[in-house]
């Protein structure tokens, strides 16, 4: 019986391709939110489930932080995805017929200066794939979305240009979430572990609880803070760092922050993506 790995969109979207770079094995499960994506896994609907995190150019996903604490889900995996971006048109439309592109309004901007080069107008669409399944269907051949080459082979259309994105580096960072854990040492990369805590009430408590970390040697990669309960006194940190917590210097840092925090929980210990730096 073939797997299954669930994602935000619908088919062809980056998360789509994110899909099928790391689980080509797997039948992508298209999913309308975040908090379906959690549901299908949690469900059995499907084995996995694919959310990005945060991307190079627009920073943090939104709601994806506040999300997984409560979905009851676990990391297995990190995967990094670079943004190609690529106008696409019907089959026997040419560049110079194409008079608009649509696109998700985050995509836009990226392709400013070829848009502008080329005459063509941005029009906003809700998905990059959703705009690429419309323009297959209307079938219009001044007409183009701005999507992936994945959506293209999806939906029958032609890439009249590839690659046009202004930012040579745009990636966006995807977690594969599973409903059970997996803390075996896998990867040639090392492991990384993420969690989120809140720190007591006492002065100085995010000094002292990251003080073990820098004690112990242990590189923290990311710390994020966001509000909690709809309070402006109730702040959760959502933290990476590398290493396994079995690693001696590891397991000390986090004993030093339980100590300062009033709730703490391990999210998922992975390997690191071979592309990470």
């Given at each position: 019986m073939t797997q299954?790995?669930?994602?935000?969109?619908?088919?062809?979207?980056?998360s789509h391709q994110a899909c099928h770079t790391a689980r080509p094995d797997h039948e992508a499960l298209p999913c309308s939110s975040f908090e379906d994506v959690f549901q299908a896994v949690t469900s059995g609907q499907a084995d996995l489930g694919m959310l990005p995190v945060e991307n190079t150019t627009y920073g943090r996903v939104a709601d994806i932080h506040r999300l997984l604490p409560e979905s009851g889900l676990r990391i297995i995996d990190e995967v990094f995805v670079r943004v190609h971006v690529n106008l696409l048109g019907v089959p026997g439309a040419k560049l110079e017929?194409?008079?608009?592109?649509?696109?998700?309004?985050?995509?836009?901007?990226?392709?400013?200066?070829?848009?502008?080069?080329?005459?063509i107008q941005g029009r906003v669409s809700s998905d990059n794939a959703r705009a690429a399944r419309e323009i297959?269907?209307?079938?219009?051949?001044?007409?183009?979305?701005?999507?992936?080459?994945?959506?293209?082979?999806?939906?029958?259309?032609?890439?009249?240009?590839?690659?046009?994105?202004?930012?040579?580096?745009?990636?966006?960072?995807?977690?594969?979430?599973?409903?059970?854990?997996?803390?075996?040492?896998?990867?040639?990369?090392?492991?990384?572990?993420?969690?989120?805590?809140?720190?007591?009430?006492?002065?100085?408590?995010?000094?002292?609880?990251?003080?073990?970390?820098?004690?112990?040697?242990?590189?923290?990669?990311?710390?994020?803070?966001?509000?909690?309960?709809?309070?402006?006194?109730?702040?959760?940190?959502?933290?990476?760092i590398v290493g396994h917590p079995e690693d001696e210097n590891v397991a000390h840092a986090l004993d030093e922050l339980a100590f300062f925090t009033s709730e703490l929980q391990i999210l998922g210990v992975y390997p690191a993506d071979r592309t990470r730096t």
């Open positions: 299954k790995i669930a994602f935000q969109g619908e088919l062809g979207a980056y017929d194409v008079t608009e592109a649509h696109s998700h309004l985050v995509l836009l901007p990226q392709c400013a200066t070829f848009l502008r080069d080329h005459n297959a269907q209307r079938g219009e051949a001044n007409v183009a979305a701005l999507a992936s080459e994945l959506a293209a082979d999806i939906y029958g259309l032609n890439v009249l240009a590839r690659h046009i994105e202004e930012t040579d580096n745009n990636t966006t960072r995807f977690l594969i979430m599973s409903k059970e854990g997996d803390t075996t040492r896998r990867g040639d990369k090392g492991m990384i572990t993420s969690f989120v805590f809140q720190v007591r009430n006492i002065p100085a408590a995010l000094y002292k609880a990251m003080g073990g970390f820098a004690t112990n040697g242990v590189n923290m990669t990311k710390l994020e803070s966001y509000m909690v309960g709809g309070s402006f006194t109730a702040t959760q940190f959502y933290a990476d």
